[in-house]
């Protein structure tokens, strides 16, 4: 039983920054998965991608909205990952999931509740 939850989210005020953590439980991160993936979802909008990272050769991508002002990462040996938000706008504010696809599927098939993150001063 693969779960993944998240961590760290919290009110911060515009150009503030703020780090996320995504934790998964039942297996291994680096020999499951394939990849690893960020989204979120704003009031009333659709869910987006924000930004991936594959558990080997940790090869990254990121939605252009964010590309310079967040960084994705990981700890394979902690199952974690994380995403570092800097210069955060109102722009930003959504609930921010993780999610995981498995090693010979394109689809992330695995997601967690999701940890709010809301920008305002």
């Known amino acids: 039983q693969v779960e993944l939850v998240e961590s760290g989210g919290g009110l911060v005020q515009p150009g503030g920054s703020l780090r996320i953590s995504c934790t998964a439980s039942?297996?291994?991160?680096?020999?499951?998965?394939?990849?690893w993936g960020w989204f979120r979802q704003a009031p009333g909008k659709e869910r987006e991608f924000v930004a991936a990272?594959?558990?080997?050769?940790?090869?990254?991508s990121y939605s252009d909205s964010v590309k310079g002002r967040f960084f994705i990462s990981k700890n394979n040996a902690a199952n974690t990952m994380y995403l570092q938000m800097n210069s955060l706008t109102p722009e930003d504010t959504a609930v921010y999931f993780c999610?995981?696809?498995?090693?010979?599927?394109?689809?992330?098939?695995?997601w967690g509740r999701g940890t709010q993150v809301t920008v305002s001063a």
């Open positions: 999610a995981a696809k498995r090693v010979g599927h394109t689809d992330y098939e695995f």
């Open positions: 039942g297996r291994s991160f680096s020999t499951y998965f394939r990849g």
């Open positions: 990272v594959t558990p080997v050769g940790s090869a990254t």
